[in-house]
């Protein structure tokens, strides 16, 4: 394996700010938070940003990360990576980038740990099914980045501040690009248009994205640092290929997790330290995209991984967005939309907020629903609503591999 190190003048630069208390004059500062409400002060005891991030661990719903697919829907083994696993990761990753930097890592940990609450069961298959349900139904478009801010910020209505949600909206991972120039955002005005043409023009829109801090930045690049070389390990423990490093190129990063982790941290803070902006070599930049192609072509568009989805999964989706859909417009108080979703919502009511859940768009609440859950309790729903369409889900077991 190999380990890049960062330059001799780099490193003696930050043992130097940190010996000297010099501060990044880029960082985001606690003091210039600003909140919907102005209601939650900061205290010694939980500032500004770790107040955020308490109201994301907090949330009755977070611990629904552990059982939404990251990238293997179908297997049942806990040594593949589930949701929960890469939030912390992304969130571990991005904060050591930014301490490095001297950035404020508080922002990075709440950004980080709620950028992926609105993905939905069966990953990003899933958010496809769905945005289908709902650009048909109202014209809007389904988008997990934009839905993980609907959840912190109307669903759940937790005054979390402008730019941790702002940082979750913006976190794009899967668009990359070699340098990252935050861009300015002033009130809760200019954010809510940018929500607003999020669902009216979709992913045009959203991957003109860029976040308002170098803290949000530092957390989009990390997510693709993330998942690239965790994938290649969990693809080896679902036996999809023989090991990490064949077929892939060992590039300017490596191709074994661990040197891609460490090789872009390492490039990023190379080449980003004292700048207003984060950047990548351009060797870091041309091999992150020849791991990421790579990973498209031998792990994600694998048969193994993806068979089931349109075949099964994806008909499934159609069919419990109706349901549901009926049952609210019918007022059926005795369908899971009613006794899960909404006493869910309605027994931890939004914050500085009179209008009630129920009076929102019907498709939103049903896909707040749907969004919501889990890969397990989707397919436990769809058996108690006596929904057939795709048939029976094929789980790779536990024990495969000692059959035959």
Do not use: W
Request: hydrophobic letters at 35%; glycine letters at 6%.
């Amino acid at each position: 394996m190999k380990y890049n190190k960062l330059e001799k003048e780099i490193a003696k630069a930050i043992n130097d700010d940190r010996k000297y208390g010099r501060v990044n004059p880029y960082r985001f500062d606690d003091e210039n938070v600003i909140r919907r409400y102005d209601t939650d002060k900061s205290t010694l005891v939980r500032p500004a940003f770790v107040r955020d991030s308490e109201k994301i661990l907090h949330l009755p719903i977070y611990s629904r990360y552990a059982d939404k697919t990251q990238v293997f829907s179908f297997y049942k083994n806990d040594d593949i990576s589930r949701r929960a696993l890469h939030v912390q990761l992304v969130s571990r990753i991005s904060r050591n980038i930014g301490a490095l930097l001297g950035l404020n890592c508080e922002l990075i940990e709440a950004i980080a740990l709620g950028h992926d609450m609105g993905h939905t069961p069966f990953g990003h298959a899933g958010e496809n099914y769905l945005n289908d349900c709902l650009y048909e139904d109202t014209g809007l478009y389904f988008n997990h980045n934009v839905h993980s801010v609907r959840v912190f910020d109307t669903v759940y209505g937790r005054n979390i501040s402008l730019q941790t949600l702002d940082g979750i909206l913006c976190h794009n991972g899967e668009f990359e690009v070699r340098e990252f120039h935050p861009v300015p955002l002033t009130d809760f005005d200019e954010f809510d248009e940018k929500m607003r043409r999020c669902y009216t023009e979709g992913k045009s829109f959203i991957d003109t994205l860029v976040p308002s801090t170098l803290e949000g930045c530092v957390v989009r690049i990390s997510d693709m640092i993330a998942y690239i070389g965790k994938d290649r390990q969990d693809a080896v423990t679902a036996r999809l290929i023989d090991n990490d490093t064949d077929g892939f190129t060992d590039s300017f990063i490596g191709a074994r997790n661990a040197e891609i982790i460490n090789n872009l941290i390492v490039d990023i803070v190379n080449n980003s330290y004292g700048k207003d902006y984060i950047c990548m070599s351009d060797e870091g930049f041309n091999a992150l995209k020849i791991a990421k192609k790579e990973n498209y072509e031998q792990i994600y568009k694998n048969k193994a991984v993806s068979e089931q989805l349109d075949t099964i999964i994806k008909p499934k989706f159609k069919e419990i967005y109706k349901i549901l859909s009926d049952d609210y417009v019918n007022g059926n108080e005795n369908s899971p939309i009613f006794r899960h979703h909404i006493a869910m919502i309605e027994k931890y009511p939004a914050k500085n907020t009179e209008k009630s859940y129920r009076d929102e768009l019907t498709g939103m609440i049903v896909s707040d629903y749907i969004a919501s859950m889990t890969d397990d309790y989707f397919i436990e729903l769809c058996d108690y609503l006596g929904i057939e369409k795709g048939g029976k889900v094929d789980y790779k077991s536990y024990f495969d591999d000692l059959k035959g």
